[in-house]
């Protein structure tokens, strides 16, 4: 490791500027989607709960998998018409994520810088294949609402797989590490003056594995608070409410800055979020500093969100709770 493509040629490389674009999209693909939210029905004098509203999970979703995959998927599906094919059922296609997962771990490990970047390019075709595991299971039920099937098989056997999946990435990144000990700077503020010998040494071995299994503790607890917001939110913004008021201070709730901003952090702290970070430090060869990152600050900003969602959640339960 020599500080990654950023230290090397700064911002005028292929993959830095690859990023920097992927991001600025994101941020222009988000102020557009909030921006229709902004002229749906819910927000007419005429509301009603029965009245369509978006997904809460696309509202939390990360964006490359909001942007990219959960569309392509879509796209893919309507084109093929794969969910018709008698053989084809949810449960096939994440078996098929998971070898993609697997394989996608181990060029990860590879010393050979390029292909670590095509590792990254997998990984993404596996998430592509979880997304269009849920795209199917929808189709085959004649079910339109982008939602967790909380409770089913399916259910399990996909989270099963996604913590699979994140287990052999981690395994490789650990294989990579230990092949290509990072240095102690590396893991450092930014700095000017040439590092101190002391600071100069390898990382230990037993760094990288406690640094690893945090990440990895962190991603499944990221994944969980996840999924339970998101259930919690679900519950709360398509209950049936019969009265007009109720409906209508429903939606104005759905609609409102600090609903929307809470949705919007779980994008960026979701587990998967998470991973875009990993995948990012991964392509611009700049994993070890992200790592450490992750694990000095990563359960503080976990943390964080966690609390605004939960007071929120309980604020407007109440408040609901007292209309219905």
């Not at 779980?266 to 990012?280: H, N, P, R």
Request: charged share 15%; net charge positive; hydrophobic share 45%.
């Amino acid at each position: 490791m020599d500080g990654g493509v950023l230290s090397r040629y700064g911002l005028v490389s292929p993959p830095v500027i690859f990023c920097l674009v992927l991001g600025a999209s994101f941020v222009v693909a988000d102020l557009y989607f909030y921006g229709v939210l902004g002229k749906l029905p819910c927000q007419a004098s005429n509301c009603s709960s029965t009245v369509p509203r978006p997904s809460v999970k696309l509202m939390m979703q990360d964006h490359m998998c909001h942007h990219v995959h959960h569309y392509a998927a879509e796209a893919f599906e309507s084109y093929t018409h794969l969910s018709e094919l008698p053989f084809i059922t949810p449960n096939f296609i994440t078996t098929m994520h998971i070898f993609v997962g697997a394989f996608g771990a181990y060029l990860v490990s590879s010393e050979n810088f390029k292909i670590r970047q095509i590792a990254v390019g997998v990984c993404q075709f596996r998430i592509f294949l979880d997304m269009l595991d849920g795209v199917v299971f929808r189709r085959q039920l004649k079910h339109s609402m982008y939602v967790n099937g909380w409770g089913t098989l399916g259910y399990y056997i996909d989270a099963g797989a996604d913590i699979l999946a994140s287990f052999l990435l981690v395994y490789g990144l650990f294989i990579y590490l230990v092949r290509q000990p990072p240095r102690r700077s590396e893991g450092l503020p930014l700095r000017t003056s040439p590092p101190e010998p002391i600071t100069d040494m390898p990382v230990s071995r037993s760094t990288i594995q406690l640094t690893l299994i945090l990440c990895l503790i962190q991603g499944c607890l990221r994944g969980l608070f996840w999924d339970r917001y998101q259930f919690a939110f679900h519950s709360i913004f398509n209950k049936v409410l019969h009265h007009k008021a109720d409906a209508m201070l429903q939606a104005r709730i759905f609609n409102s800055p600090l609903t929307r901003f809470v949705l919007w952090c779980w994008k960026l702290s979701s587990a998967e979020g998470m991973l875009g970070f990993v995948y990012a430090s991964i392509f611009l060869d700049f994993v070890w500093p992200m790592l450490i990152v992750l694990r000095k600050y990563g359960f503080i900003q976990l943390g964080v969100v966690v609390i605004i969602s939960q007071l929120h959640a309980w604020q407007i339960g109440e408040l609901l709770g007292k209309a219905a």
